[in-house]
């Protein structure tokens, strides 16, 4: 029997108040998760003299603190989980003479599991952007479908910002030891020689990357007469800039010695007259002369 009366109108409150429940819980999953890629990232790579480093370090993290989401994932991907070299031409604001501290932190994947890491990253800016952005035109919250299908998607969503938030406490907890074994080096007593000289104790010497290499480089610029450097005119500049920076120190008996165990320069002998010694002089090898592998001074 009809009764000529409508069906009640379903309450729709209690669940668009789930709805804008779980929307702001989301929102602020993502706001934590954005926050979070943005201090790693801007302690992924550091570098700077003594006095400049902890500026340049502020001044990185301002400039992530406007990006976007989608922005810092590039980077996340590009430096802290790929293992490209460190662009070596940056030198931080750090002038010629002073010396520069570089830290760069990599946990790197590759091949197939990075290109899924990246994969999944994209997808979840995508998910990001579809809340804050799309949510409203997606869902009719004034249908009582809508509003079901919406707090279904909002589970998913936040399940799916959970996994990402477990992969970033990963990748910190790598950057955390990472950063302690930092900290251990720097406090151990042979890290003056690294940051100083260049040189590792107890190791044979890489002589490309040490400071005297890159010191007689510089005092060839200054002082080179048609390619070579009077040896006596260095060891003088060594005395008045960097007197620290002895023969002995990298485990040479004289400067001569140091040249040639470096395999990086051609000595010469020039006889004057009166003189029974000469002076030595020395040049820059050309590169297709150096040897592929750094030449070393075996220690005691």
Same mark, same amino acid.
């Given at each position: ?83 490209? #070299? ?6 931080? %604001? ?10 760069t932190i990599h946990a790197p994947l ?78 151990? #007593? ?54 620290e920076h002895t023969p002995k120190k ?27 010694? %000469? ?22």
């Amino acid at each position: 029997m009809e009764t000529g009366m409508d069906e009640p109108a379903i309450d729709l409150t209690p669940l668009q108040n789930d709805i804008a429940r779980k929307v702001g819980v989301c929102i602020i999953r993502l706001q934590q998760y954005e926050q979070g890629v943005k201090r790693l990232i801007s302690t992924q790579e550091i570098g700077g003299s003594a006095t400049t480093i902890r500026d340049n370090f502020a001044k990185r993290t301002r400039e992530f603190a406007d990006k976007t989401l989608g922005q810092v994932k590039n980077t996340l991907v590009s430096g802290f989980l790929n293992n490209a #070299p460190d662009d070596e031409t940056d030198n931080w %604001g750090v002038g010629a003479t002073e010396s520069l501290l570089r830290v760069t932190i990599h946990a790197p994947l590759s091949g197939q599991k990075l290109q899924d890491t990246k994969d999944r990253l994209d997808s979840f800016v995508a998910l990001r952007n579809e809340l804050v952005h799309h949510f409203t035109e997606r869902f009719n919250l004034q249908s009582y479908e809508d509003c079901q299908r919406a707090l279904s998607y909002l589970d998913t969503t936040h399940a799916a910002i959970d996994e990402q938030h477990q992969e970033l406490r990963g990748w910190e907890e790598s950057a955390i030891r990472i950063t302690k074994a930092a900290k251990e080096l720097i406090q151990s #007593p042979g890290f003056e020689d690294l940051l100083i000289f260049g040189i590792v104790d107890g190791q044979p010497h890489e002589w490309p990357k040490t400071v005297v290499v890159q010191y007689l480089k510089m005092i060839e610029q200054d002082f080179a007469v048609d390619g070579w450097t009077c040896l006596a005119e260095a060891i003088k500049t060594f005395q008045e800039n960097w007197p620290e920076h002895t023969p002995k120190k990298y485990g040479c008996s004289s400067w001569r010695h140091l040249i040639h165990e470096s395999r990086l320069f051609d000595l010469q002998r020039r006889r004057q007259h009166g003189s029974e010694t %000469g002076q030595i002089w020395f040049r820059s090898k050309p590169k297709s002369e150096i040897p592929p592998k750094p030449a070393t001074v075996p220690m005691g």
